[in-house]
């Protein structure tokens, strides 16, 4: 199965810095998606990026597809401590949507 | 608002013993998957299920079974567990007959196998 891959498996920052978690993919998409997981937990999903859209934003949340790279980029701005968390992105097809391992974020007050 | 439900969060069984984790969502989903989650290993699909009595196997379906009787409902069996099979379980369902809208999930079950 596809899968994405987030880069790097694991990032500290200081609150007020900016976050960017990287995913690659190996094959053609039609959305991409990305989620968070607070520690033992479900996840739960921040945004979808279709195959046609470069840039979305949602809040704090830029995300960014170069589908001529297979890969996307999630940017969380001004972080807090409360988005300490896993980030996962995972993409459609295959339609049984697969994960990486996830990127740990850590926001330090 | 919309919820997908797990029976237990916590649950501890003997080695041999067969499992039954139950998810139940509200949405009226046509698509339900069950995926483990291991530390380093993240999460991977057990076994999915795009309509009622129907099931597909996911990338490590061996030691499970699923059962969708009625599409609200996708039920995880463990035959006979063992202790390889201690893990978080997490449910999801979405919409979407050719593609997948956002997946919602459960809050995951943590099983101890003993």
């Known amino acids: 199965s596809q899968q994405g891959e987030e880069d790097p498996q694991a990032l500290s920052i200081q609150e007020g810095e900016n976050a960017t978690m990287n995913c690659s993919y190996k094959?053609?998409?039609?959305?991409l998606q990305w989620y968070r997981q607070n520690s033992g937990r479900g996840l739960v999903h921040l945004i979808l990026i279709r195959s046609n859209e470069r840039e979305k934003h949602s809040g704090r949340l830029r995300v960014t597809l170069d589908t001529s790279k297979k890969s996307s980029s999630l940017l969380i701005t001004a972080s807090r401590a409360a988005d300490t968390a896993s980030y996962f992105c995972a993409t459609d097809p295959p339609r049984q949507l697969t994960f990486g391992s996830g990127t740990q974020l850590t926001v330090l007050p | 608002d919309v919820k997908v439900t797990q029976s237990s969060r916590y649950l501890v069984k003997r080695t041999g013993e067969k499992v039954f984790l139950e998810c139940v969502q509200d949405m009226d989903h046509e698509n339900m998957f069950w995926y483990r989650q291991d530390p380093g290993l993240g999460l991977r699909l057990i076994y999915f299920?795009?309509?009622?009595?129907?099931?597909e196997k996911g990338d490590i379906p061996e030691g499970y079974s699923v059962s969708r009787e009625k599409k609200e409902r996708f039920s995880l069996i463990l035959e006979s567990a063992s202790t390889n099979q201690t893990s978080m379980y997490l449910c999801?369902?979405?919409?979407?007959?050719?593609?997948?809208?956002?997946?919602?999930f459960g809050s995951g079950t943590q099983l101890s196998v003993l």
């Open positions: 299920s795009y309509d009622v009595k129907m099931k």
């Open positions: 094959t053609s998409i039609n959305n």
């Open positions: 999801a369902s979405s919409s979407g007959r050719t593609t997948n809208e956002k997946l919602f």
